[in-house]
């Protein structure tokens, strides 16, 4: 239950509103859009936002889910781990792979996955620490915008990450990310 009052649509202006329930319906978002409420400028602003990104797919959706995942995983949001977690799977990770996330040890994984782990990790623990060769190994497979885009997307998942925890938003995902994290190979590599 979150730390606020969740609020309805039936709260805000038609316009916010209509975002509200939009939002929610763009994936389990219910909860979190009935606390962004309370401050109807990052509702209206942040998550027409995500649905326009997520809309033009200028990055392959499977990187954007990864970051995501990764990121959440990094930062132990429940919310975040078990709302990304079953977009993977759909598209093409299987749930061992997903699982073991960060560890990037898995046969579901290419080259390309790995960049993503790999950045979404140095974004994370060390953003201002990362060496060009990141960046000149991220040019092989993204152009510049998709970079902007998948470090805007990682930046973001942080701040839901926080977000989310701070304030308990979580709709019962804290069990599911504590029943996933209790996969033996995830206690094995340390990443519980």
Same mark, same amino acid.
């Given at each position: ?37 309370? /401050? ?14 997520? &809309? &033009?797919?200028?990055?392959?959706? =499977? ?6 995942? /990764? ?9 975040? /781990? ?11 990770? &299987? ?7 960060? @560890? ?12 993503? %782990? ?6 994370? +623990? &060390?953003?201002? =620490?990362? =060496? ?31 977000? @989310?925890?701070?304030? +308990? %938003? ?10 996933? @994290?209790?996969?033996?190979? %995830?206690?094995?590599?340390? @990443?519980?």
């Amino acid at each position: 239950m979150p730390r606020v009052t969740a609020l309805p649509p039936t709260a805000l202006l038609p316009a916010a509103a209509e975002i509200y329930q939009r939002f929610a319906a763009y994936g389990p978002f219910a909860d979190q859009a009935a606390v962004l409420a309370h /401050v109807p400028a990052a509702l209206v602003h942040l998550c027409p936002m995500l649905m326009e990104l997520k &809309s &033009s797919r200028a990055v392959p959706w =499977r990187y954007i889910e990864l970051a995501i995942v /990764v990121v959440s995983k990094l930062n132990a949001c429940a919310y975040c /781990v078990a709302s990304h977690s079953p977009v993977l799977e759909v598209e093409g990770m &299987s749930a061992a792979a997903v699982a073991l996330l960060p @560890n990037a040890d898995h046969p579901d994984l290419d080259a390309v996955d790995r960049l993503v %782990i790999e950045y979404a990790t140095l974004v994370t +623990q &060390s953003a201002g =620490r990362i =060496r060009d060769n990141v960046f000149e190994r991220l040019r092989l497979h993204f152009n510049e915008a998709q970079i902007v885009e998948l470090t805007l997307r990682i930046a973001l998942a942080g701040f839901f990450n926080r977000f @989310n925890e701070a304030l +308990q %938003i979580d709709d019962g995902a804290a069990a599911a990310f504590h029943q996933l @994290n209790s996969h033996p190979a %995830i206690t094995e590599t340390g @990443n519980d």
